[in-house]
């Protein structure tokens, strides 16, 4: 599970780098390996040992703080993408309602 989890992070990591940059495509793809980890993680069976629980629970933490550094790029490209769709729509209405002209 450990090995998953850094896996996550790296992932993770990646995720935000793709974001600052700007490289949505990227991120798209990063989020989709990072969905299918997620699913394996999600099914696996919790550890019993302590210091096992406690590395598990550093990289859970490490990851949420990069989670938490990248969703607020990943809104805003939303935000963008909607407002650039919003605009292309009205410019193709215009663009019908003066060719019945």
């Given at each position: 599970m450990i090995n998953l989890l850094e896996q996550l992070f790296e992932l993770t990591r990646n995720l935000k780098d793709a974001s600052l940059?700007?490289?949505?495509?990227s991120v798209l793809n990063i989020q989709r390996q990072r969905e299918a980890l997620c699913q394996t993680l999600?099914?696996?069976e919790k550890p019993d040992s302590a210091t096992q629980g406690d590395e598990i629970?550093?990289?859970i933490q490490a990851i949420q703080s990069l989670?938490?550094?990248v969703m607020p790029l990943?809104?805003?490209q939303k935000k963008n993408i909607v407002e650039q769709r919003s605009t292309?729509?009205?410019g193709k209405k215009m663009t019908k309602a003066y060719k019945g002209i």
């Open positions: 940059s700007g490289d949505w495509d999600e099914n696996m629970r550093r990289l989670e938490n550094e990943i809104k805003t292309q729509n009205k």
